[in-house]
């Protein structure tokens, strides 16, 4: 259990034209467990989680080479649909994008891409993957208002529940506090340690302490490399390279 | 010392040079205001003559158009107006909109960098070459291929050929407008989407097109707008008919094309001058109408970006 | 159930696929229809015009009969044109500069102001050209003005001002906040900035500008219909009437002796390859000054 491995990533690539965005990275990623990718900004902690759900097919003028293993299927190379693949895993970006319609259909919308229109069914889903995010309370009166009409901090945890409800068995987050006020980015935190334990959790962030806070695993990436990589406690308590014990200390950022 | 020279023989200079400059800029930026009401108010004053003599009512809803008899009915011009922009909009529409999507979520840079010059060269070509090309071309197909579909005899002059020449002179404008729009809906959006197990079709259906509605309704307005005003090319091959028309084979006379046929000619009868700047100041109006609307309509849509 | 929805699924989705096959068949059309457009304009109007385009044609003046299809060229709308689409450009770019430098330096904090301008500037570029024109007119009566070069040059430069403006505008908007911080931190003056600084970064969205008004000037019709009269001679001063290329074709075309309207396709020939021109030239000029700008 301890050492089961959820996504393993080898030797890869990518490029846009000659410049060098990751270079070789080799990283395994522990199940139900929260690994943080942490690093300076711009140093390709984004780009590698996006490669991860093959949100890279977007841009064609990046260029990726490697293989990355998810429940040893490489979903790089693989056969199946690719939206299948992106179902698996919810994502959350820095700023909240509600999608332009209301917070029930926010949430019912990868629902009913599934296939699943029962309309009974369907409310109890909505119900409860809004509660899941500990949003309910706040929005059952106003299912049909649009999603934009909530506060930045609803927004985020309504992309939450709306990455939730297609049952994915793991959620990356792109610096998903960023955006938001302290009090909004406690909840969120809280909310992936109650996660933690049904889902696979790949947090990117550039808050050390934030990473400190709740990572079991962390993944230290510097200028489109891994440094290093291990359980939270050795990293923290003994980092191994000089990098990054020199960002640990605060001196590059 | 030394600085205290600098600052006593060259500044001075300097800012005068510079409050002088600031002056005489901001004086022909507030003549830049000035124009559109100078223009308004001088056709209102020039059209005063022709609506103290006839209801505004009567202008409007009559179709009798005998000017040597002071029967001045707007209705025929109005309604070929409408005719021919509205069909030239919905032909343009569906092909401005579907190209747009192809070029913004489909298209490689390869068709990019062709259609970007394409799309210019449409933009700048002149209204009146246009025109001949009507009547080279579009005139003949609407009289020999179209119309004979249809069981219809016409010479191809008529509202149908003016709508087609009018919809190929806005779609560069329409398209460009609409890019715009569709390129300024975050990438994000998209991401969260797809991530959610959507295809990218259903993702253009149900996020994309949603998100960029207003967009997409302001754009039209525009090219309504732009059609509205246009003369020398409808007016080449439109058939120049006072009548309200029955049908797209029947020819029109819609108002740009009233007031350059006539203008400069009726200066002997006053109240037909008049007649004309009347045309002018309609014409204005319902242009700026939906200008201001389609435009307002934009900007809170960008708002809601920020 | 769970196989239920499985089979549910993969239905909706086959039908996705094949509407979305379907629409992506329609959207290439479209975009492919608006080029073979243009190549059909081009090409019915080289083939209408190049064999009755002819040397005397853009080198000699109407000569006596010249309008029942008897010999003479069209040199005079040629050079009437150019003549009236300098004049306008220039009058529009000596007023059109000042305004956006205004806009973008001196009003560069009060964003209100900008965005009204632009506003403003906006609804003048949709009023319709025929209305500056019979507005123009009704003021050259009032003032005794008779139809000229010189009244067309205005009228149209009036047109032509709201695209320089906003087209100048578009590439000072560019010019990072940073350099014109710089540029005050170093003690200039808002003048020394915006004629010094600004206007160096811009050359080529001004280049693009001035391109883009002339195309606009020199192909208008409407405008110039009533205020600048028409005449068989070159003009030799600006109280002169001339002829321009876009009412040369208008007028040639709507006779019905076929020479006539023949040498009206072959004008279009020439005004159609004008405005080309301007078109590759604002495209190779406007990449070759892109070199020499900051870049950040």
Known sequence: MENQTKIKVESLNLSIGNKVILNDINISIPKNKITVILGPSGCGKSTLMKSMNRLTDLYPEMKVSGNIFIDDEDILHTKNDVTEIRKRMGLLSQRPYPLPMSIYKNVAYGLKISGRVNKQLLNKRVEHYLQQASLWNEVKDRLKDPASSLSIGQQQRLCLARGLAVDPDIILADEPTSALDPISSQEIEKKFLELKGNYTIILVTHILRQAARIADYVVFMYLGEVIEQGPAKEFFSNPQTEITKAYLRGSIN | ?306 | MKKDSNKKTSFKKQRLKYEEYFFRGVMLLSSCLIAFILGLIIYSILVKGVPSLSWEMITQTPKGGFYFGKEGGILNAIIGSIYLAFGATFIAFIIGLPISLYMNVWLSHKEKWVNMLRFILDLLWGIPSIVYGAFGFTIMILLGIKASLLAGIIVTALLILPIMIRAIDEGLKTVPKGLKESSYSLGSTKSELAFKIMLRQCIPGIVTAVLLSFGRAIGDAAAVLFTTGFTDNIPTALNQPTATLPLAIFFQLSSPIPEVKERAYAAAVILTSIILIISVLSRVLTQKYNKHTIKF
Request: aromatic share 12%.
């Open chain 2, 1 to 306: 010392m030394n600085w205290n020279r600098i600052r006593d023989n060259i500044s001075p200079t300097r800012l005068q040079i510079n409050k002088f400059n600031e002056v005489w800029m901001l004086v022909w930026t507030l003549f830049l205001v000035v124009v559109p009401l100078f223009i308004v108010s001088g056709l209102l004053w020039k059209s005063s003559l022709l609506l103290e003599n006839h209801t505004l009512k009567e202008i409007i809803f009559s179709s009798e158009w005998k000017p040597m008899s002071g029967k001045f009915g707007f209705l025929p011009f109005i309604m070929s107006s409408l005719w021919v922009t509205l069909l030239s909009l919905l032909i343009a529409a569906p092909i401005c909109l579907f190209s747009a999507i192809h070029l913004t979520q489909y298209a490689n840079r390869y068709v990019l960098r062709f259609m970007q010059p394409v799309i210019d060269i449409l933009a700048g070509i002149p209204s009146v070459i246009y025109g001949v090309w009507g009547i080279i071309a579009v005139v003949p197909f609407v009289a020999e291929k179209i119309a004979p579909m249809f069981g219809v005899q016409t010479t191809g002059y008529n509202i149908l050929s003016a709508s087609i020449v009018l919809a190929v002179m806005v779609i560069p404008f329409i398209l460009n407008i609409l890019i715009d729009i569709i390129n300024t809906i975050p990438k994000e959006l998209t991401e969260a989407s797809l991530s959610l197990g959507a295809g990218k079709w259903y993702t253009i259906k149900h996020v994309i097109l949603r998100k960029a509605l207003p967009g997409i309704i302001s754009a039209m307005g525009l090219g309504l707008s732009r059609s509205f005003g246009e003369t020398i090319a409808v007016l080449m091959v439109v058939g120049n008919v006072a009548a309200i028309p029955s049908g797209i084979f029947q020819p029109g006379y819609p108002l740009p094309a009233l007031i350059a046929n006539n203008y400069g000619e009726m200066m002997s009868i006053p109240q037909y001058d008049s007649a004309l700047m009347f045309s002018a100041l309609l014409l204005m109006i319902i242009v700026l109408f939906f200008n201001i609307g389609s435009r307002f309509l934009i900007m809170s849509y960008e708002k809601r970006f920020k």
